[in-house]
């Protein structure tokens, strides 16, 4: 059995009230989370969860009885068959556990939830209860794919702009108008093997260190085209090509 560590009680000159502000700037920071509580005795089977737990799941309190089967109702088709073995070991154990998984509410909608817990023993030692938390995390992953869209929308904004550059550099060196302009980077990148927006990126890169085109402006932009070269991918992602390349064995 895991041993519960030993508290000790600080002497009255190591304590210092703590401040609910401070407090607040150490742990209540970030987006606020749904939560709410349940529990469960084994030897009876009865449930018991908080209003947060009705309302994330989709119901109002009073909607459903609670019960494994209300909740099985509500799991993620993809999550059900994910039974997490650290956990279910943990639950028959007694001992803290944690994991993530979605659920469908009412509505259809897709929710990622955490649920930890941890067993209570009678005066024999034996697990006669499961209590703790369920946290609805859909925010924070909400936000992670705001993030993540808002940067793929900056570098396309970005990779679009070098292309523009180019073409405008491209007009004034050879005198020709926007169409012919995108075509010759068109060419120049089909001739290096590289997308047009690498492309721009590395002639833009070119002639910045050349410090702009010069004197000499057909020339530098030429040998900027002309040293366009494809990116080399990470060796992680060769290996998985070259793992996929391998012919089955029989």
Do not use: N
């Not at 070991?89 to 001992?95: L, P, T, V």
């Amino acid at each position: 059995m895991t041993s519960i560590p030993v508290i000790t009680t600080p002497s009255p000159e190591q304590t210092a009230p703590v401040r609910p502000a401070a407090l607040a700037e150490v742990l209540a920071v970030g987006t606020h989370l749904l939560v709410g509580q349940y529990r469960v005795e084994l030897g009876t089977g009865t449930w018991w969860w908080s209003d947060e737990v009705y309302t994330m799941h989709g119901w109002t309190p009073g909607d459903v009885e609670p019960s494994l089967d209300a909740l099985r109702s509500r799991k993620h088709p993809d999550d059900r068959a994910r039974v997490v073995r650290v956990a279910t070991e943990a639950i028959r154990s007694g001992r803290p556990f944690s994991c993530a998984h979605r659920i469908v509410d009412g509505h259809g909608k897709a929710r990622s939830v955490v649920v930890t817990g941890q067993g209570r023993r009678d005066a024999r030692g034996r697990v006669v209860e499961i209590a703790g938390y369920v946290v609805d995390v859909s925010p924070t992953h909400k936000e992670a794919l705001e993030r993540e869209s808002q940067r793929a929308v900056t570098r396309a904004f970005v990779s679009q702009a070098a292309v523009e550059q180019v073409k405008g550099v491209l007009m004034a060196v050879h005198g020709v108008d926007d169409v012919a302009a995108g075509q010759l980077l068109v060419e120049a990148a089909g001739e290096a093997g590289v997308p047009v927006q690498e492309t721009a990126a590395q002639v833009m890169r070119a002639l910045s260190k050349a410090g702009g085109v010069g004197p000499t402006a057909e020339a530098t932009v030429a040998g900027a085209l002309a040293a366009v070269r494809p990116v080399a991918r990470p060796r992680a992602h060769e290996a998985q090509l070259a793992r996929r390349r391998e012919p089955a064995r029989s």
